[in-house]
């Protein structure tokens, strides 16, 4: 069983920094495409970021420029680096995994979800 575990949620002012990470535990990094998602109360979960195995990447609109997904095959860890954060950008925040997904197929998880979730780290942002 695949665990995902977040850490480095928490609260800033508009404009702030945080860095999200995202432990995979029993299983290769670089064997899954991952992903960060976010929901707010009242509202569907979106897609934030997306990286395949080769290290491709996909952003929602909304983020791009601003957040940059990474990963550390080795550590076995992946990471969203969030700048000039918004009060919308306010929610929590899921790291996923699904395994043997490459490519475009990966990058299309965007919209669709994975497999597997952490339960979520909350990010504040206030004006």
């Known amino acids: 069983q695949v665990k995902l575990v977040e850490s480095g949620g928490g609260s800033v002012q508009a404009g702030g920094s945080l860095r999200l990470s995202c432990a995979i535990l029993?299983?290769?990094?670089?064997?899954?495409?991952m992903g960060w998602f976010r929901q707010t109360t009242g509202k569907e979960r979106e897609g934030v970021a997306i990286?395949?195995?080769?290290?491709?990447?996909r952003y929602t609109d909304s983020v791009k420029g601003r957040f940059t997904i990474s990963q550390d095959s080795a550590q076995g860890f992946m990471y969203l680096q969030m700048n000039s954060l918004k009060p919308e950008d306010t929610a929590t925040y899921y790291c996923?995994?699904?395994?043997?997904?490459?490519?475009?197929?990966?990058?299309?998880?965007?919209?669709?979800?994975?497999?597997?979730w952490g339960k979520g780290t909350l990010v504040i942002v206030s004006s």
């Open positions: 990286i395949d195995g080769d290290g491709t990447t």
């Open positions: 029993e299983a290769p990094v670089s064997s899954f495409c």
């Open positions: 996923a995994a699904e395994p043997r997904v490459y490519g475009s197929m990966c990058l299309r998880k965007l919209d669709y979800g994975m497999d597997y």
